[in-house]
């Protein structure tokens, strides 16, 4: 049986969301989890889940916009074992459009989206760089690529996937790698009140899909773990979108711009 605890840490944040979660799942073959969240109760279940799957699991609260907790956070990772991967998972948006946003949001969407993600690392630089082939994951989204509302959070996201870049460049010479995932729309507690508000919010969304299905947690899981492994051992600073191709464009524009039916199906 192999020990588990001889295992490199990955550390993900947003643990007790419904992605983090499946991303921890994920990792928890090959990876002693640190699992990050600023949620205590939902991070406690989450943990007992993952040890009834049989990983190794550990729970660190933390609040990811605060330094203080950050540093405390990242030294009862290392504590865990050698610090190989960090999954920058957590965050969330708040003003919804321009005209609705305020210097407080503004605040808190950047704050969470995107100078967390840069602090949490700079907090496991050192270690990802001991570790010898230090990972690091993004989980940016589509709205750093196009326009779909939540400007803040936008801008935060597109920020995040440009930070990826940063990092593959100026750490690429320690065997460090950096890449960003940028999910489309993922059925998760996130999206509770909009569901709430309007039951057929998701139907709505897929409209705009080019391929018929959302994808699930463990979609954006499953390339986290690829994007972590050897066979992606020459993948840096790149951004993979896992959006059902929602990133190459909609369906319904080019019948307009074409006039093909082509567009409509067979
Ligand atoms: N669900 C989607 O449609 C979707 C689409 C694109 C990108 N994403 C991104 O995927 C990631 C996960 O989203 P999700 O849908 O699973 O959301 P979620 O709300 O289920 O999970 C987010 C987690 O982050 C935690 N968190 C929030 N603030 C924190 C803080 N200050 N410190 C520590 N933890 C904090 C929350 O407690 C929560 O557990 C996010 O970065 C999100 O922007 C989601």
Known sequence: MTDQTSKPVAVVTGAAGDIGA?????????????????????????????????????????????????????????????????????????ALTLHSMTARTLARDLSLNLEAALNCFKALERALIEGGSGTVVNIASVNGLGTFGHPAYSAAKAGLIHATKAIAVEYGKYGLRANAIAPGTVKTQAWKAREEANPGVFDEALAWY???????????????????????RCITGVCLPVDSGLSAGSPGLPRTFTQSPDFDGL
């Open 210 to 232: 080019p391929f018929k299905t959302l994808p699930e947690p463990e979609d954006i899981a499953a390339a986290a773990a690829f994007l972590l492994s050897p066979a992606a």
């Open 22 to 94: 499946a991303i921890a799942a994920e990792l928890a073959a090959s990876h002693s989890i640190a699992a990050v969240d600023i949620d205590e109760a939902a991070l406690s279940a989450t943990v007992s889940r993952l040890r009834a799957g049989g990983a190794h699991a550990t729970a660190i609260t933390c609040d990811l916009t605060k330094t203080d907790d950050l540093a405390r956070m990242a030294d009862a990772a290392k504590r865990l074992g050698p610090v190989t991967a960090l999954i920058n998972n957590a965050g969330g948006a708040e």
